[in-house]
């Protein structure tokens, strides 16, 4: 299968952990990353790879990786964190063909 | 700081092709996978494809009968085309780098256009 499947939505109290699932087959290959969007604005990389931030992602964001699932956490969720979560992957074409995962809003309390 | 630009065509007409150019400042166009995506209102993401320099394209398998991605490097910009468009390719469009996973076959999007909204309609 070429999909990725994530939970639509998820809340979160302010300043609490949340876990965000990504599942596919592709997974058991390929890392996911994932990408934070916000109403009109572009998507941020926040996780790549087996747990790589980029430069100026907060430490409280934090990625893994178990079977066909990938996980994005949130320790200490911040008001600001409130926003669309995307995972991506290759598919298991063989091929050099990225899928997005269908999104997960969070919300934080 | 790497930075993306995407040009603006705004309104398309059914049936014509759409024609989209990503300008590059701030680094090379040379040793990434030059990407666009894009996100029809109130939807998930979809990636629609992507150039390596190199002169290797990949496509959604779901759009490849119409889409066609290239690279200028001699101004630093690539392109999207996709043609016969209808109302369902209503969207924001983002151009993005893909930057190989160190050490495994794969890449993720590190710089992003701002995007650009195309509407399809007469």
């Known amino acids: 299968s070429s999909e990725l499947t994530q939970d639509p939505a998820v809340s979160v109290a302010l300043g609490q952990t949340v876990r965000i699932t990504c599942q596919g087959d592709s997974l058991r290959t390929y890392y996911a990353s994932w990408y934070q969007v916000k109403p009109g604005q572009a998507p941020v990389l926040v996780i790549y790879g087996k747990n790589n931030r980029p430069s100026g992602i907060p430490d409280r964001f934090s990625g893994s990786s178990s079977g066909n699932t990938a996980s994005l956490t949130i320790t200490g969720a911040q008001a600001e964190d409130e926003a669309d979560y995307y995972c991506n992957s290759r598919d298991s074409s063989g091929n050099y063909n990225y899928v997005f995962g269908t999104g997960t809003k969070v919300t934080v309390l | 700081q790497v930075q993306l630009q995407e040009s603006d065509p705004g309104l398309v007409k059914p049936s014509e092709t759409l024609s989209l150019t990503c300008t590059v400042s701030g680094g090379s166009i040379s040793s990434y996978y030059w990407s666009w995506i894009r996100q029809p209102p109130g939807k998930g993401l979809e990636w629609i494809g992507s150039?390596?320099?190199?002169?290797?394209?990949n496509y959604n398998p779901s759009l490849k009968s119409r889409v066609t991605i290239s690279l200028d490097t001699s101004k630093n910009q690539f392109s999207l085309k996709l043609s016969s468009v209808t109302a369902a390719d209503t969207a924001v469009y983002y151009c993005a780098r893909g930057t190989p996973l160190t050490g495994y076959p794969s890449y993720y999007f590190d710089y992003w256009g701002q995007g650009t909204l195309v509407t399809v309609s007469s």
């Open positions: 150039f390596y320099y190199s002169g290797r394209t």
